[in-house]
């Protein structure tokens, strides 16, 4: 497939980019071809374990996958810290955007500073927009994740120069990829927060935490943003065990709290959009 991405509105750059990367998920081939006017120099990856390529590795957590199976058919077999066995979308879209083979974790010891200008990931599996959710999983937050954000700014400051520095920063994709977990573990497992509030109350904390994050994120300069919507996350293996029944049916209340949540973030994307002209920025629709 032979797919060329035209910029003609705020929007017409990253949402192809988007429906390339659905594609690459669904083991489709792409060929992604940027016209000579835009440019992608990074992708820049925040969120939780569909992104996280090894950052809990070295995390006093047990949210983490540096061991067997994990990366069976990847790096020669060898566990990187991936929630895969394979590559992660942040690492196909950077791949396919001809940016670099994979995407390396900020927290990987072995990262070199000529890394750092093609992007990075901060995510760190088991986090979530509740900032109860990294905590109880002793993982990264998302508020930490932009700390390291701000870090990774004054270093490639410092390696690049200003000018180039706000070039990389403004022109970059971001990635970010969170909900799951709240719903999931600190929502419905745990029910840490279920005496507190309903999913309408829940969904709509989520919602906050998620808008202010990426506020500051484009406070940081970041434009170019896309935003995952939360699963059907009722379907995965682990929750049909856990809620599903006898017979492991999908856990309908937890798919009925992602689909709420996914309502409310896209019209605040859209609030987001539609308020600042040159923020490209939107969502990509996990849903069934």
């Not at 058919?73 to 929630?83: A, E, L, M």
Request: glycine fraction near 6%; charged fraction near 20%; hydrophobic fraction near 40%.
């Amino acid at each position: 497939m032979d797919t060329r991405l035209w910029s003609v509105s705020s929007t017409s750059l990253l949402s192809p980019l988007l429906v390339i990367l659905a594609l690459l998920m669904c083991e489709t081939k792409a060929l992604v071809k940027l016209p000579p006017n835009e440019t992608v120099p990074a992708v820049i990856a925040f969120g939780d374990s569909i992104v996280d390529t090894g950052n809990n590795n070295n995390l006093m957590t047990l949210i983490k996958c540096n061991f067997r199976p994990y990366g069976q058919d990847f790096n020669g077999g060898i566990p990187t810290g991936r929630f895969s066995d394979g590559k992660t979308p942040s690492d196909l879209l950077a791949q396919e955007l001809g940016i670099k083979d994979r995407l390396p974790a900020y927290l990987d010891p072995d990262l070199k500073p000529q890394d750092l200008p093609t992007g990075v990931s901060f995510a760190s599996g088991g986090s979530g927009y509740d900032p109860m959710t990294p905590e109880l999983a002793s993982v990264i937050s998302m508020a930490d994740q932009l700390n390291h954000f701000k870090e990774y700014i004054a270093k490639l400051k410092q390696l690049v120069g200003e000018e180039k520095k706000k070039f990389i920063i403004a022109n970059s994709l971001y990635l970010v990829v969170a909900g799951s977990d709240d719903i999931a573990n600190t929502y419905f497992v745990l029910r840490a927060r279920k005496m507190q509030y309903d999913v309408p109350a829940y969904t709509d904390l989520m919602l906050n935490s998620a808008t202010e994050f990426l506020k500051e994120l484009y406070g940081l300069g970041a434009r170019r943003i896309a935003v995952f919507s939360a699963p059907p996350i009722g379907c995965v293996p682990s929750q049909r065990t856990l809620a599903g029944g006898t017979e492991r049916h999908c856990a309908n209340e937890y798919n009925v709290a992602a689909r709420l949540f996914n309502k409310k973030l896209s019209a605040a994307l859209n609030t987001l959009r539609n308020k600042h002209a040159w923020w490209e920025i939107c969502a990509l629709n996990l849903q069934t």
